[in-house]
């Protein structure tokens, strides 16, 4: 008799093991998504404040003549083509997961949004000052989550739209403080230039959430994939603009550098350090979604300047610590909403798993294919 009442004690005490073995399993792996996230963001970061100081000096004094180089339309060329060339390569080397990928012509209209934006943003910078440039892309998140919802129907939750909100909020009130210090909001062309700095945000709330869209479409797409096929693209607009329409400045910009070939290593500086950049936005889209790479990239400049005070021990106002609480009041937030969006999807794996009607009938099917 005693034989036969250890069997279901002995059975209750491996399922307790197991689930305590289970659980330890996904608190490691949770801390592994946690930690490639928070890679992703440094990574971004990282790469493009390197980007911009190499993207300052170019446009400021060259060679030991020191002049100056205006077209800056010639680098996004240079970025363009170096990307597709290294995404080519480690797609050729490590092709991925077999199966059905994107055709190469499903990227021809994301590519033009993200060749057209980039550039009247930095037309824009001819009317208006830096700072004020900042202040207009402070609600980058907006036109990403609203493209994306009247575009492609993508359902976003109202708790995504109060985070996206906030940090937009504490984005403007942030550049707001910093940019009126410089006066820079008057001006006889300034309405052209925050005219211009609308369509840019347009155009990037379009591309990104046609990303989003074809991640979504065709599994088998990575980072590598929209690298790859983005940049062919725009490297083919770019040029086509630079070297056929008259004014493009392509001829000119190749002119400057065959008279300063020194400039060329901070060009592949900058190429590398875009290619980095791109790599882990892509990344970041293929696997958290388009509106988590907006919100990482518009609030870049907050941390930025945040850690920068903090180093340099220049107070920041009451009104940009208003900014920062905003801000990262609503990451938090928006954390935490991801988190319990990801318990409900795994709930309702379960569901579709024992009732599959069930699980077509429930509010997270969209969420959770």
């Known amino acids: 008799m005693q034989t036969r009442g250890r069997g279901p004690s002995r059975g209750r005490g491996r399922n307790k093991a197991k689930s305590r073995s289970a659980d330890s399993n996904h608190g490691a792996s949770d801390a592994r998504k946690v930690a490639k996230f928070c890679f992703c963001i440094s990574a971004i970061y990282i790469a493009y404040n390197f980007q911009g100081r190499i993207q300052e000096k170019l446009s400021t004094t060259t060679g030991i003549e020191k002049q100056r180089f205006d077209n800056l339309t010639f680098l996004n060329l240079a970025q363009c083509f170096a990307c597709f060339i290294w995404s080519f390569l480690v797609l050729k080397i490590w092709p991925g997961e077999a199966g059905p990928k994107a055709p190469i012509s499903v990227y021809w209209a994301c590519s033009i949004s993200n060749t057209i934006g980039p550039a009247c943003g930095m037309l824009a910078l001819k009317y208006i000052g830096h700072p004020a440039q900042v202040l207009s892309k402070s609600s980058k998140m907006i036109p990403v989550m609203l493209i994306g919802a009247v575009v492609y129907g993508v359902p976003y939750s109202r708790q995504e739209y109060l985070c996206t909100f906030t940090v937009a909020a504490g984005m403007t009130l942030f550049a707001l403080q910093s940019s009126s210090k410089r006066g820079i909001f008057a001006g006889p062309k300034a309405l052209f230039g925050y005219a211009l700095c609308l369509l840019d945000l347009g155009l990037d709330g379009y591309t990104n959430a046609s990303q989003d869209a074809l991640t979504t479409r065709y599994r088998k797409v990575d980072a590598w994939h929209l690298m790859m096929g983005t940049n062919l693209w725009s490297a083919a607009y770019t040029a086509l603009f630079m070297f056929l329409v008259p004014g493009g400045g392509g001829y000119d910009a190749v002119r400057f550098y065959m008279h300063h070939p020194d400039a060329a290593l901070d060009v592949l500086m900058f190429c590398f350090c875009g290619a980095i950049g791109q790599y882990f936005i892509f990344l970041t889209i293929s696997r958290y979604g388009a509106l988590t790479n907006a919100t990482i990239t518009s609030t870049r400049k907050v941390v930025t300047i945040l850690m920068s005070s903090i180093w340099n021990g220049s107070p920041l106002s009451a009104q940009q610590w208003g900014g920062v609480v905003l801000v ?35 509010k997270t099917r969209r969420k959770c294919k």
């Open 328 to 362: 990262f009041a609503g990451l938090s937030y928006q954390i935490w909403c991801q988190y319990k969006n990801k318990k409900a999807c795994k709930a309702a794996k379960l569901v579709r798993s024992a009732s599959p009607a069930r699980f077509r009938g429930s």
